[in-house]
């Protein structure tokens, strides 16, 4: 069983289009977030979410919007794609959030987002 | 605020030699520091880890010293195989609040037979 699964793994576009990306984590994990990598292999969070809540916001168009139904699932939802949107995001969990946190995060495989 | 800068890639080498890719750090206080690695297509995953000065981190033959007098991660194994090609980032997290893991660019390995 996949611990972190991410859905689309590929997902080609339109500029302007709304578009969504689902993550689930059957690890029990409390902390769930999101990092896009670019072109160039960089990484930078995005959003982190602790038992539903938002607790990390980078800064990030307000075009994206991340929703946790529940503590599994943290899904990505960016509207009115635009070229530079273009990147892989990866969403990761893990056991607990800050200074108790494991420290370990669990990656699902990605999601290559094109948007022409 | 936190930074880590690792060496720019692709370090190219060929099987069986010696492997080092610098990482450096900035920080306040005491954080945690990792490799993670990227094979290729999938997403990170942790190699290993140290949480305090001094500590060694090992994993798969791979090893990496914290070193606080020189802010320094580096990440060694003695002998590369084809399979270790991926690319390996360096992160830290800081021990204060909601922090997260910050990582550095990443390096590009690239093993021949």
């Known amino acids: 069983d996949t611990a972190v699964s991410q859905t689309p793994k590929y997902l080609v576009t339109q500029m302007g289009n709304d578009k969504s990306i689902k993550c689930e984590q059957n690890l029990g994990h409390d902390t769930m977030y999101w990092y896009k990598q670019d072109s160039k292999k960089f990484l930078k969070i995005m959003f982190s979410?602790?038992?539903?809540?938002?607790?990390i916001n980078e800064t990030v168009p307000n075009r994206f919007s991340p929703k946790s139904p529940d503590k599994a699932h943290l899904n990505l939802h960016i509207n009115s794609l635009e070229l530079g949107d273009s990147a892989v995001y990866f969403c990761?969990?893990?056991?607990?959030?800050?200074?108790?946190?494991?420290?370990?995060?669990?990656f699902g495989s990605g999601t290559q987002l094109s948007v022409l | 605020g936190d930074s880590v800068t690792q060496m720019e890639g692709p370090v190219t080498l060929s099987e069986e030699a010696f492997l080092t890719i610098n990482c450096t750090y900035t920080?306040?206080?005491?954080?945690?520091l990792f490799w993670y690695v990227q094979y290729p297509g999938e997403g990170l995953q942790l190699l290993l880890k140290?949480?305090?000065?001094?500590d060694k981190g090992s994993n798969k033959g791979f090893e990496a010293t914290y070193r606080k007098e020189t802010t320094s991660f580096h990440l060694e194994k003695g002998s590369v195989q084809v399979s270790d090609s991926a690319v390996y980032f360096c992160?830290?997290?800081?021990?204060?609040?909601?922090?997260?893991?910050?990582f550095g660019k990443g390096t590009m390995l690239l093993v021949s037979p």
């Open positions: 979410y602790n038992n539903k809540e938002l607790i």
């Open positions: 992160a830290l997290k800081g021990n204060s609040g909601y922090s997260t893991l910050t």
């Open positions: 990761a969990s893990s056991q607990a959030a800050g200074r108790m946190s494991n420290e370990k995060l669990f």
């Open positions: 140290a949480t305090k000065a001094d």
């Open positions: 920080a306040t206080g005491y954080p945690s």
